[in-house]
Nanobody, 124 residues
Framework: QVQLVESGGGLVQAGGSLRLSCTASGSTFSRYAMGWFRQAPGKEREFVATISWNGGSTRYVDSVKGRFTIARDNAKNTVYLQMNSLKPEDTAVYYC?????????????????WGQGTQVTVSS
């Protein structure tokens, strides 16, 4: 089990950028698949992006392809989500997620550990 703490959320205008970070405690981070999910008010939590334990595989939801990039630094126990060309529809609470059981973290049932979430608000 790892504890996950997100940072980097905030308010940005449409077209702007933000970088989210998620730092994990514990020595098993390098063996975890990591992902980002988001939840907008009144909507279900949805998958955004994921990266394998070694960084060799990534996957994105279609709506963020070409705009968001997921990366990880196992030496720092940190996973990042670089978000460019932000749109108002990207507004949500963003959650970091980890799994010791799967190659990638694509569904909520893959997740072993959740962060507390960080708010991202994109104004038009």
């Amino acid at each position: 089990q790892v504890q996950l703490v997100e940072s980097g959320g905030g308010l940005v205008q449409a077209g702007g950028s933000l970088r989210l970070s998620c730092t994990a405690s514990g020595s098993t981070f390098s063996r975890y698949a990591m992902g980002w999910f988001r939840q907008a008010p009144g909507k279900e939590r949805e998958f955004v992006a994921t990266i394998s334990w070694n960084g060799g595989s990534t996957r994105y939801v279609d709506s963020v392809k070409g705009r968001f990039t997921i990366a990880r630094d196992n030496a720092k126990n940190t996973v990042y989500l670089q978000m460019n060309s932000l749109k108002p529809e990207d507004t949500a609470v963003y959650y970091c997620a980890g799994s010791s059981r799967t190659w990638l973290v694509v569904t909520t049932t893959d997740v072993d550990d959740w962060g507390q979430g960080t708010q991202v608000t994109v104004s038009s």
